[in-house]
Structures are given as C-alpha cells and as structure tokens.
C-alpha cells in the first residue's frame, strides 16, 4: 500500500511532507515524490528509491517553493518502481497532480478512451489515467463554473471523474487553476483529514501528521473532502451528505518515533510486555473470574447463543487466528474454523444463524479482510474485530470489536500486535467460555498467567545478546524449518514468516508431526530446525519427532522450558523459554523467535524495517 499526505497553511509545504513521508515509508517505498503550487504553477519532484536515497537529496538540490502540496510513498502495484511511475502523476494539461492509494480497475478501458482522445501518457500507472480523467472533467467543470461559479470545480471534476471509476482509491489532487485547495477521496484505501491551526492536512494514516495535529477526521468510503487553510467539507458520493465526526489521536509522535533502537523491529519487541500490560489494562474481571470488554456491542444472551466462529485473517494475524482456534475451542468448546480472508470471500463458506465471523488485523486496513468482514455482514452475520488502529477502517465497519493498545506499530514485520492480539483472543475465549462451561478455577489460572506474561517477556529479553549468537551461527543457510505442534504449531509458522520476510531466507513452518509424511526427505546437514518443544502435553511425542530429525544430521536449535536437561542431548543449540501454561506459550515462545529473525535479518544487511517487496498494510485484494 502507498503512504499520501497533502499539506495546506502558511508553512513552506515541501519539509512538512517530505517528513511526513519518512513517518509514511513503512507503507511502501519503492519510490517517493511531491507536487506543490507555487505561483500558479504545479511543480513535481519524484523519484524512485527510498526516501533518504531518492527524494530528499532531488529536495535539496532543486528546491520547491509553495505552502500548499501532496506527497506519496509507493509500493508499485501497476508499473515497475521507476521515476516516470513515481507519484504524482499530472493530467494532460500539467495543471494538475494526483497521488494516489490504492487500485482502477477499469483503468485500461478508461486510458484507451483518452488515447483516442488524444491524451499522451508518460507513465505505466493506473493513477496517471485518473489524473487526466479528473483533468478532462475540470475542462467541462471550470468552463461551467465560469459561468455559474459557485462550487469548487476541482471538487467537482474529482466527483465526476470517480463516478466513471471502477476500483478502490485514498488520494489528493491539487490544481493550478484552484490555488489554496486539496480535494481528498477515499474508497477502500485510509483518508484522514488533520486539522490544524490556519493549517490542515491530509494523510493516509495519522503518523504522518501526528507531530503537527491530534485532531483528525477518518473519512468513509466516498467520502470528498474540500480542504482548504482554514477550513474542510465533506460531501459524499453516495449519500451527499457526509458524516463527519473529529476524533483525537490516542499516541504521540515519540510513540510513532523509533528512540534509540537501531530499528523499529527492535523497538516494537521492546514493546511487547507494555503492549501486553495495555492489551489486558482494564479487562481481567479476577472477581468474576473472566475478562470483560466494552466493545463488543452483543449482549450475553447473544454471546451465549453463538454456536460457531470462523476467524479470518491475513499474514501474521492469520497465524494468530490459529492460536485463537486453539483457545476458543478449548476454553468455551465453540467451534472455530480459520479462514485466509481472500479465501473466505470467495468461496461461499457455509454461515449457520449464529456463526460470528471474527477478523484479526494489526492494520485494521488489509483489503483481504476488509473485504471477509463486508462479505459475512452482506450475508447478515456479526462481524466482530480485534484491531491495532484506532479508527480504522475495520474497527469502523465491524458490528463490534476489541482493541490491542499495543500503539503503532510502523516495522513491516509484526511483532507486538501479534502477541497483543494472542492476549485479547485468550481473553476473549475465557470470556466466551466463562458463558458456558469454564470453571472459575480454570479461568482464573488463565488469568493469572496472563498478567505474568510481561515479565516473562521482560527475563526472555536479557536473553537477546545470546539469542544474538546463536542467530549468527545459522545466518549463512538458505533453507529452515521451524516445527511445533498443538499451540505452537502456529508458532513455529509465524518463526517462519517473521524469518522469510526480513532476512529473504526460505523458511518454512510446519506441524513436527506431519514432518515423516514427506518433508523430511528436506533435512540433510545444511537445513537447520527451529524446534518449539516446551515441556507441554504433547512434550514426548515432539522430542520423538526431534529424534527423526537429528537421526538424519539436521541441526536443531530448541526452543524449551528452562529446567530441561534432556533437550541438552539432542539440539546443538538451546534457547530457554520460562515455565508457562500451554494456552499462554504462544505468546512466550514468539519473542524469541522475533530476535532470532531479527538478528540473521541484521547479519545479513537486510533492511528489518522496510523489507524488499512488502508494505506494512496491504490495502489492495
Ligand atoms: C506480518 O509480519 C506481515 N507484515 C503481514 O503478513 C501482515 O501480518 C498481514 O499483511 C496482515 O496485516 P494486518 O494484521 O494489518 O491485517
């Protein structure tokens, strides 16, 4: 997904964006660029590369004027990373510029009409035919308003122009013609005004702007915004009329800075035990020996009369869907089946009456499962949410939902609101399970270990210097596998993700079980094993399926309870996890697997934070 943010006020525009660009580049950043209005004219400066590299130094070499702009940060969807595909894309007249999130479907059928029109494109980019598009339709518009005036006609050429689009779109246009006017546009892809002081903004999410405005507006789903110094509109496509409520950013721009760590990976595990601190903060009910939430909009009686739940997700969150299946089915012994979200909408997954469905995104943008949570509302079912952004498209559409707390996070790979999200599900299933058949006992030792976690987190991250070392050893191979079984088999995939996504190393996870089924012909001296093999109910069996890896020369790095002796004879390497309850090592056992991805990425010279080919929220199906 692409970063946008527009910039309207009395400050020279070009520092504000390109800053806020730099908080955006997480979202993608195969390329970056600006247009500003200076003096009547449009002027552009792209370029591809990442920002330090790319933009800034163009920046300080030809310097632009003006106190009105947009700028973007890609991640390519239609076209190669390239300066002529770089954002902002100008119409025909070179009088107005266009970023833009997101993707025309149609947009084929729409430059074949301009090509015959005689319109000339520089660019492969959906987003420049909707450049021209809106350029054709403030022709017709501004030649109008000549003569009625009245309307903003960039206003109104951007309605005209998305009327004809098929496709999703968060975007900015300025124009030469309109000095002092931004028109913003959202329709699947995140839009926020900020309102500032004789200032106002646009971005596609708050860290952009959080440093010069709290006060923000989360545009819908055909949403227009008008946004000028001193004030905004919203019209709205649909309806005409536009709800707009201002809501007041919970996190600060220290909160969204990386400090002292070397990357915000680093930083963001760091975070883990606050993260888990707020994600419990309020909602252990030890009295009535449950959890208890604010947001789940159901009464009892509904929560008590649902006899399913399918979970989707995507990614890491997917991978927490499967400990959520785990948790649910054992706490409250309510069916749950996981779904991938782009799997769920496509494949008419049968629904009963009282099937919920629940998503899990960090996010709370990921068009996959935007799109499973409208899918499951159209056919009449409650869509709940467990969500990391506040104000997030999800968290806005869903019929209910929890928050993790676990404040931004801005590393592309996952950390603190995967094991946020393990500790609401856990709440979530003693909740749903204290409504049936939990003994209070059960529920309260759940509890219990839940509010140990943190510190448990804390004593795991004195580990990281020889987390360090045994990361090094291994940063040369080219193949892993991480195994685990029962409620760390989705553990051992996540190991394998976190791996994959930051070093480029093939990893993959897998059930320790299924490994005699087939991958094991894999295993041979030069492709090491993440092994999770924590002194849990299924202990011998997985030391059994250690056995057949070691029998074949695989190295074994263990992930195991401290105490454990015997897993000192068969792994050439040990990382102790503290003693857990079987629902809570999940949570336990990612922490070291993060470092350990984290450090090969960092031996490796990869960059951890913004990982070749990835984006942080993937807002396009
Ligand atoms: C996680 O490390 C990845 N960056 C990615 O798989 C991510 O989890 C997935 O895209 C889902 O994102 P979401 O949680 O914001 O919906």
């Known amino acids: 997904m692409c970063g946008i943010i527009g910039f ?40 591809k590369g990442k920002i330090d590299e790319g933009l800034a130094r163009l920046l300080k070499s030809e310097p632009v004027a003006g106190n ?78 000549g003569k009625n005036g009245g309307e903003n006609p960039l206003t109104q050429a951007v309605c005209d122009a998305l009327r004809e689009v098929i496709g999703t779109y968060g975007l900015a246009v300025i124009c030469a013609g309109q000095p002092g006017t931004i028109v913003g546009a959202r329709r699947g892809s995140p839009l926020i005004i900020g309102i500032g002081t004789g200032e106002n903004f646009l971005a596609s999410d708050a860290n952009a702007i959080v440093a010069h405005t709290k006060k923000v507006v989360y545009l819908s789903d ?83 009369s649902i006899d399913r739940i399918v979970i989707a997700a995507s990614g890491t969150s997917w991978h927490a869907a499967l400990v959520g299946e785990y948790l649910i089915e054992e706490l409250a012994q309510i069916p749950v089946e996981v779904e991938f979200a782009h799997e769920f909408c496509y494949r008419n997954c049968p629904l009963e009456k009282n099937t919920v469905l629940l998503v899990l995104s960090q996010s709370g943008e990921t068009a996959d499962t935007l799109a499973a949570l409208r899918e499951a509302k159209r056919r009449g079912h409650r869509a709940l949410a467990i969500v990391n952004v506040v104000g997030s498209t999800i ?81 040369k191979a080219e193949d892993f596998f991480f195994l685990g079984r029962g409620y760390t088999f989705p553990i051992a995939l996540e190991g394998a993700l976190k791996l994959k996504e930051i070093s480029y190393i093939h990893a993959e996870g897998y059930s320790a079980a299924e490994m005699k089924h087939g991958p094991i012909a894999l295993i041979d001296k030069n492709t090491p094993t993440v092994f999770l093999v924590p002194q849990d109910s299924m202990y011998d069996k997985t030391m059994a399926n250690l056995a057949m890896i070691r029998a074949r020369q695989g190295p074994i790095i263990a992930l195991a309870t401290e105490g454990d002796q015997a897993i000192k004879k068969v792994a050439n390497d040990v990382i102790y996890l503290p003693k857990a309850l079987e629902p809570i090592y999940p949570i336990i056992a990612t922490v070291p697997l993060q470092l350990f991805a984290y450090h090969i990425a960092a031996a490796r010279g990869c960059d951890v934070d913004k990982p070749r080919n990835l984006a942080k929220s993937v807002t396009v199906e």
């Not at 993608?28 to 500003?36: H, I």
């Not at 902002?88 to 833009?100: F, N, T």
């Open 8 to 47: 309207v006020g009395k400050k020279s525009a070009a520092p504000i964006l390109l800053e806020g660009l730099r908080r955006l580049e997480y979202r993608g950043y195969d390329s970056a660029g600006v247009a500003l209005l200076d003096e009547g004219s449009v002027l552009i400066r792209k370029k």
């Open 395 to 475: 968290a806005r559409e869903s019929d209910g939902g929890i928050y993790m707390h676990a404040g931004p996070e801005i590393g592309v790979a996952s950390t603190k609101a995967f094991v946020s999200t393990l500790a609401v599900l856990s709440l979530l299933a003693v909740h749903l399970g204290r409504m049936r058949n939990l003994p209070a006992r059960r529920a309260l030792e759940i509890l219990h270990a839940l509010e140990a976690v943190p510190k448990q987190i804390e004593s795991l991250l004195t580990q990281n210097n020889s987390l360090k070392k045994i990361a090094k050893k291994y940063a």
């Open 222 to 304: 055909y949403d227009v915004a008008t946004v000028t110094s001193d004030r905004f509109d919203v019209l709205n496509l649909g309806t005409d009329t536009a709800t707009v409520q201002i809501s007041n950013l919970e996190f600060s721009q220290e909160d969204a800075a990386r400090g002292r760590h070397a990357h915000f990976m680093l930083k963001e595990i760091y975070e883990q035990p606050r993260a888990i601190e707020n994600a419990l903060r309020g909602r252990v009910d030890a009295e009535g020996a449950t959890a208890k939430f604010g947001g789940l909009n159901m009464s009892v009686s509904e929560m008590r």
């Open 68 to 145: 009105l702009g947009i700028g973007h940060t890609r991640w390519a969807t239609h076209g190669v990373p390239s300066d002529k595909n770089s954002h902002p894309h100008l119409d025909q007249s070179g009088k107005i510029a266009v970023v833009h999130n997101g993707v025309i479907e149609n947009y084929d059928a729409l430059k074949q009409r301009l090509l015959k029109a005689g319109h000339t494109f520089k660019s492969d980019t959906d987003t420049e035919v909707l450049a021209h598009l809106i350029g054709v339709h403030y022709e017709k518009r501004h030649g109008q308003n």
